[in-house]
T-cell receptor, first 115, second 114 residues
Framework: ETGVTQSPTHLIKTRGQQVTLRCSSQSGHNTVSWYQQALGQGPQFIFQYYREEENGRGNFPPRFSGLQFPNYSSELNVNALELDDSALYLC??????????????FGSGTRLTVV | AQSVTQLGSHVSVSEGALVLLRCNYSSSVPPYLFWYVQYPNQGLQLLLKYTTGATLVKGINGFEAEFKKSETSFHLTKPSAHMSDAAEYFCAVRTGTNAGKSTFGDGTTLTVKP
């Protein structure tokens, strides 16, 4: 079974630009969550997708948006990048029915630097 | 609302010594509790979880944690530290099954001295 893969691994963007981060969920998983991990902090929940619909969102502005595709891969889009958006972005997948019994499977993340 | 507090951002132990990483949570409903480990430049790996049932849970790599409702704690322990245990550890709480939202603590960096 494959794990969760994220691309790219590192990215440098300029303030004001837009960025798309990609995640391929573990095989068979239909739920994906995205987290932002700033340096020295724990991950912060951005949002979750289940069967292509957003069904949970953290305290992030609308310029953070996402998509989940029929094959359960997903994207995180961030518009109008700000310096504070610099962070490690983690994607985590799970089989929805297993959420209470298992944690998520996390990818290795995308390190975004905004300059 | 839910929150997690990890006491001690850095913990240093000698190889072979007891590891104790502290986690206290706040939750208005029965929580699900998790410990994750993160090695440099990697994602998070689940160490163990508590959902219901036995309050002492065993995880991978010899770690275990005990859910104490009266103390709202879920401390992580390992009897004998190994050099390979050096990493950052995160405690997380989730309430309910609806959303995948987990609230994480700020992490504890474990250093293991030879």
């Amino acid at each position: 079974e494959t794990g969760v893969t994220q691309s790219p691994t590192h990215l440098i963007k300029t303030r004001g630009q837009q960025v798309t981060l990609r995640c391929s969920s573990q095989s068979g998983h239909n739920t994906v969550s995205w987290y932002q991990q700033a340096l020295g902090q724990g991950p912060q929940f951005i949002f979750q997708y289940y069967r292509e619909e957003e069904n949970g969102r953290g305290n992030f502005p609308p310029r953070f948006s996402g998509l989940q595709f029929p094959n359960y891969s997903s994207e995180l889009n961030v518009n109008a990048l700000e310096l504070d958006d610099s962070a490690l972005y983690l994607c985590a997948s799970s089989l929805a029915l297993e959420i209470t019994n298992y944690g998520y499977t996390f990818g290795s993340g995308t390190r975004l630097t905004v300059v | 609302a839910q929150s997690v507090t990890q006491l001690g951002s850095h913990v240093s132990v000698s190889e072979g010594a007891l590891v104790l990483l502290r986690c206290n949570y706040s939750s208005s409903v029965p929580p699900y509790l998790f410990w994750y480990v993160q090695y440099p430049n990697q994602g998070l790996q689940l160490l163990l979880k508590y959902t219901t049932g036995a309050t002492l849970v065993k995880g991978i790599n010899g770690f275990e944690a005990e859910f104490k409702k009266s103390e709202t704690s879920f401390h992580l322990t390992k009897p004998s530290a190994h050099m390979s245990d050096a990493a950052e550890y995160f405690c997380a709480v989730r309430t309910g099954t609806n959303a995948g939202k987990s609230t994480f603590g700020d992490g504890t960096t474990l250093t293991v001295k030879p």
